[in-house]
């Protein structure tokens, strides 16, 4: 059975750093993996998605990397700002289906 | 506006009440899930339907019931043999051939 862990749980940064977060996963038989945001009590909204034959996507400040020999991704964010203080979810997707990781809470102080 | 809209925002149940959460849709989307989201545990599953009077059990279905007489609907009811029901509850959507899932704002349910 497939299953997701992000690391830490909640991490704590000064403005402008860069940083990473990281999503690791058992089984590496996947279709795709995603990464999402999550404001307090609202939805998620997707950040990047990597197909399983990729090994990384970029969205403007964000770099998302996919290694499945070792069942881990990365999520860069470069530059950070308080406005990206949120929860990041990882989730891999498996035939339409999605299973997700617990989610770093991050908080970047001004 | 397109999108994907869960009502209501906040739900209260009373014991051996049974509730219905409202997912609606308007992207002409093909699946649609129901997950529940714990503080700490991230998402997990509790229906999927992949086309309109078909669907199939997540990984926590037990005192969940749903059903999907239209597309662009998806309602969730909690029945009374949910004896946890507690939870932020979010409704998602994709299209056919994309995997990118778009999540509605979520219903937070609480017991009185």
């Known amino acids: 059975k497939q299953e997701v862990t992000q690391i830490p749980a909640a991490l704590s940064v000064p403005e402008g750093e860069n940083l990473v977060l990281n999503c690791s996963f058992t089984d590496s038989a996947i279709y795709n993996l995603q990464w999402f945001r999550q404001d307090p009590g609202k939805g998620l909204t997707s950040l990047l998605l990597?197909?399983?034959?990729?090994r990384e996507q970029t969205s403007g400040r964000l770099n998302a990397s996919l290694d499945k020999s070792s069942g881990r991704s990365t999520l860069y964010i470069a530059a950070s700002q308080p406005g990206d203080s949120a929860t990041y979810l990882c989730?891999?997707?498996?035939?339409?289906?999605?299973?997700f990781g617990q989610g770093t809470e991050l908080s970047v102080k001004p | 506006d397109g999108g994907i809209t869960q009502s209501p925002k906040y739900l209260f149940r009373k014991e051996g009440q049974n509730v219905t959460l409202s997912c609606e849709q308007n992207?002409?989307?093909?699946?649609m899930y129901w997950y529940r989201q714990d503080p700490g545990q991230g998402l997990r599953l509790i229906y999927y339907?992949?086309?309109?009077?078909?669907?199939q059990k997540g990984d926590i279905a037990e005192g969940y019931s749903v059903s999907r007489e239209k597309k662009e609907s998806f309602p969730l009811t909690v029945t009374s043999a949910q004896k946890n029901p507690t939870a932020f509850y979010l409704c998602?959507?994709?299209?056919?051939?994309?995997?990118?899932?778009?999540f509605g704002a979520g219903t937070r349910l609480s017991v009185l």
């Open positions: 992207l002409n989307h093909d699946a």
């Open positions: 339907s992949q086309i309109v009077n078909d669907f």
């Open positions: 990597i197909q399983s034959s990729q």
């Open positions: 998602a959507s994709r299209i056919q051939g994309d995997y990118i899932q778009y």
């Open positions: 989730a891999v997707g498996d035939r339409g289906k999605l299973i």
